[in-house]
């Protein structure tokens, strides 16, 4: 198990440098450059583009620009910030912890809700109410998430309905209706792959043969079933958590969240390289480490896998 | 700051609420009539016009309404003695990169200017156009123009208690001419300097290489004065940038990246100190969200309404019972420009025909909400610099297509675009994705230049995309605004046919008399002689539509009617006159 973990940990690096590499390259593609929008409009503009992008060492040639940012980010230096020259590692210590907080509790929620939701609908599946309510999720799915934060907004912050929340921000209570938003497509997504995955499950012989042992159905269901049929959705967690890590653009513009996302954004659009370098290596390492937790999650959900390794 | 000003890809129509407009009243069917009795008629007419004459306008029939005053958005002064103290909580729409306007990648217009203008001072302010003392107590100029010589006030201090001095000035004016620093903007107007003396603390004596009206006005007017002890070390990365050090009635207390800016009243200001003891900067994004939060009453000044909320607000009683609102058209305008470096935009037929297709009374409708006074000069039309006579060109495609005729454009081969000698008469209009006004207001033209046989589209790309191909004269056509902060300016830089190569004249404009009035304008110190120059440039570029002139950017402000001593200008508003009444 050790040297499974260490193998892992050793093929991260590959994976590291590959991701970083091609966002590298990907950034430098798009036309334009940090310093075409220092929009002065007088004679000696030019002269003084071409010195700050020797300054910033941006006339030398890519590969060499990517040594050096390797061999800065290997001493956790990111560098500094095209725009507002402050250090990239201060930005990103600003804007990561208010997305964790907003990611990590809808992915709890979302999840949290999601198995006995899962659970219900599919062990229920002929009442009337489950109908209703897996038609409901269709449509839920389908809803866009600004839409729903825009009435979420609507209703319960400002004095038209529900003066609840603060507008802006995460402080007095303004992290619940973006962790709304961002648990929604979650809890949707997450019910449906729990219920078809346990409808699989129930049909098994296995379940079958549970049920004709005389082991209660509850036993049955929550022991037996549902073990087996979370693999996907534990694969599905770990897909999940990068995605919600790196931050949602529109969830944390419209609740003034200035989180990863737009972080991320706001640097793309003005080709702030070493903060898009930044915000692509956390990405990159919270992506292969939730691989990693995933993959070891799967040998303690299912024991034969643990048993195929070892062997 | 004058003169250069800022460039902005047009991004400044946010997308916002739904126009609010009248219901029309719903005439009743035949079948309906047919059933009402004879002598019912009569009556059930009478009541229907009485009942569509109020839908026409529900909210004037049932109430008041706002009053003229705040429909226009014009500011009433409520009187009585000012009260010391309170917070002014303010709503910017961005963050500012940094505080100076000394960096050009900070100095991105408007932000910057109003989080900085409460901190730093200038050596001389702006008052009804023309300079009055501020950090200067007086200076004197030579006969010829090329040296100043300035005293400063004494007993003036810094924030952190370090006195005023002539090296303070001399360092700034050091840090706007150190090469490597990207300070190209104050080095533009500035470029005449020869060198600075400093031959005690409070004298400064400034040598000018050439006579520049410009300079003298940067100088004195809107360069502000930094602190020579914060200016030591690398520029970029200075610590003054993100916590400035002024003289100003203002001082910088706390910045929190993301939400907020607060400043506190400096009780050691060396002028009349300011009655709020804090402004508070709250940067809120999104529209929708800053709306919200604006009906709850949670900005004393909500700034940058969008037009369409603008609109929206007129059918709030909240918001007029709570709030004034401000109309204030910025010196700016927005225009859309042709590359006259390309033979077919060099005819100044091709390019006054291209003027008369656009439709600028739907565009002033559909896509400005009526809130874009239009513009045909270069410089702010509320002065002298501009010539009253001057009369829009008209949205007139028979004339365009006449124009079009004697420059040799006929459709030969009926395919239904015009051409010449083989070639198609086609435009492409280079668009920023990040500006939603382009979106809108580029698919109306495309309608009326298709109907005039004119092949043109769209062709969409990001804002740093943009500006390369546009320095780089890729294009046929762009859309940008010009914007100062001051009515004193000079246009040399972005209609002298010497700015065509690597300066600001994108479009390639070239008129050897406007070079000539242009260069005159330069060297000319007296306001009235340099205002008939200027009327005469504006006329000749209209003529030859340089550009194609569109609107002028509104401020669109509104502040809670307890706040008192809030005055548009040119230059933002002077908070330190603003206090909170009970």
């Known amino acids: 198990m050790r040297r499974y973990v260490l193998r892992r940990l050793l093929l991260m690096i590959p994976t590291f440098l590959g991701i970083t590499l091609l966002t590298f390259v990907i950034a430098q593609l798009a036309p334009g450059d940090p310093f075409q929008l220092d929009l002065e409009v007088v004679g000696p503009g030019q002269a003084v583009i071409d010195l700050q992008r020797t300054s910033k060492g941006l006339d030398a040639p890519l590969p060499l620009q990517f040594g050096r940012w390797l061999s800065r980010v290997v001493r956790f230096d990111f560098g500094r910030s095209f725009i507002d020259q402050r250090p990239v590692t201060e930005k990103l210590g600003e804007a990561a912890p208010r997305t964790a907080l907003v990611a990590g509790l809808a992915l709890v929620l979302g999840f949290g809700l999601a198995v006995p939701l899962g659970v219900l609908l599919a062990t229920r599946a002929r009442r009337w109410w489950a109908r209703v309510l897996s038609v409901l999720l269709v449509a839920a799915w389908s809803v866009p998430t600004f839409w729903i934060a825009v009435i979420l907004l609507m209703l319960f912050a400002g004095p038209r309905y529900f003066d609840w929340f603060p507008v802006q921000g995460l402080a007095e209570g303004g992290f619940v209706l973006p962790v709304i938003c961002l648990t929604w497509p979650t809890l949707v997504v997450a019910t449906r792959q729990v219920r078809s995955a346990l409808e699989d499950a129930l049909a098994q012989d296995y379940v079958k043969a549970a049920r004709a042992r005389g082991i209660p159905e509850r036993r049955v269901v929550w022991r037996h079933a549902l073990r087996n049929s979370l693999l996907p959705v534990v694969t599905m967690l770990g897909l999940h958590l990068p995605h919600l890590v790196g931050g949602s653009v529109v969830i944390e513009r419209i609740f003034g969240i200035p989180g990863m996302g737009l972080l991320a954004f706001d640097a793309i659009g003005t080709r702030d390289y070493p903060t898009v370098m930044g915000v692509a290596t956390v990405m990159a390492l919270v992506t292969m480490l939730s691989m990693l937790l995933v993959d070891l999650a799967y040998g303690f959900i299912d024991p034969r896998i643990r048993l195929e390794r070892s062997a | ?582």
């Open chain 2, 1 to 582: 700051m004058s003169g250069a000003g800022y460039l902005s890809a047009g991004a400044h129509v946010p997308e916002g609420l739904p126009i609010w407009r009248p219901v029309k009243p719903k005439w009743p069917t035949r079948a309906f009539r047919a059933n009402v009795r004879p002598n019912v008629r009569p009556l059930f007419l009478l009541v229907l016009v009485a009942a569509s004459s109020c839908t026409c306008r529900p909210g004037t029939a049932v109430d008041a309404g706002p009053s003229a005053d705040w429909r226009a958005g014009r500011v009433v002064e409520v009187g009585g003695a000012p009260k010391e103290g309170g917070a002014l909580t303010v709503r910017l729409p961005l963050e500012p990169v940094g505080l100076t306007r000394l960096h050009d990648r900070f100095n991105e217009g408007t932000m910057t200017r109003i989080t900085v203008g409460p901190i730093y001072e200038t050596l001389a302010r702006v008052r009804d156009g023309q300079l009055q003392p501020l950090l200067a107590r007086s200076w004197s100029e030579s006969d010829d123009h090329l040296s100043l010589s300035i005293t400063l006030r004494s007993g003036v201090t810094f924030h952190d208690g370090q006195p005023l001095g002539s090296a303070d000035v001399k360092a700034t004016l050091d840090a706007v001419f150190e090469p490597k620093n990207a300070t190209t903007a104050f080095r533009g107007n500035l470029e005449t300097l020869e060198r600075v003396e400093t031959p005690d603390a409070q004298t400064v004596i400034i040598h000018w290489k050439r006579p520049y009206f410009l300079a003298t006005w940067t100088l004195l007017g809107a360069l502000p004065v930094l602190p020579a002890h914060g200016l030591v070390g690398d520029f970029d990365t200075l610590p003054l940038h993100r916590a400035p050090v002024g003289t100003g009635p203002f001082r910088f207390v706390k910045w929190e990246a993301g939400s907020s800016l607060t400043y506190a009243r400096n009780d050691a200001y060396w002028g009349q100190t300011a009655h709020l003891a804090q402004v508070i900067f709250r940067f809120v994004k999104d529209d929708t969200a800053a709306i919200a939060a604006w009906e709850r009453g949670e900005f004393d000044l909500m700034t940058r309404i969008s037009p369409a909320a603008w609109r929206a607000s007129e059918s709030n009683p909240k918001l007029w019972a709570g709030y004034q609102r401000v109309f204030f058209a910025e010196n700016t305008w927005v225009w859309l420009g042709f590359n006259q470096r390309k033979p077919l935009f060099a005819d100044v037929r091709v390019r006054k025909a291209l003027g008369l297709l656009f439709p600028m009374e739907l565009v002033a409708r559909a896509v400005d909400l009526g809130l874009e006074p239009r513009t045909t000069c270069p410089y702010f039309p509320d002065s002298k610099s501009c010539d009253p006579e001057v009369k829009p060109l008209p949205f007139d495609p028979p004339a365009a297509k006449k124009l079009l005729a004697d420059a040799g454009w006929a459709d030969r081969d009926a395919d239904g675009v015009l051409d010449r000698e083989g070639v198609k008469l086609s435009v492409a209009f280079l668009a920023s994705a990040q500006s939603p006004k382009m979106a809108k207001l580029l698919p109306l033209y495309l309608d009326t230049l298709k109907q005039a046989g004119i092949d043109a589209r769209i062709e969409t790309v990001d804002v740093s995309g943009y500006m390369s191909r546009v320095r780089a004269h890729d294009f046929d056509a762009i859309a940008l605004s010009w914007s100062t902060a001051d009515a004193v300016q000079d246009n040399f830089q972005i209609l002298h046919s010497s700015q065509a190569a690597e300066g600001a004249n994108y479009v390639g404009y070239s008129n050897p008399q406007v070079d000539t009035l242009l260069t005159a304008i330069r060297a000319e110190f007296d306001l009235e002689k340099r205002n008939a120059l200027e009327r005469q440039v504006h006329r000749l570029v209209y003529d030859d539509q340089a550009y194609l002139f569109m609107g002028r950017r509104p401020t669109l402000d509104a502040f809670k009617r307890k706040v008192r001593g809030l005055k548009p200008s040119l230059g933002w508003y002077d908070l330190s006159a603003v206090w909170i009444a009970d």
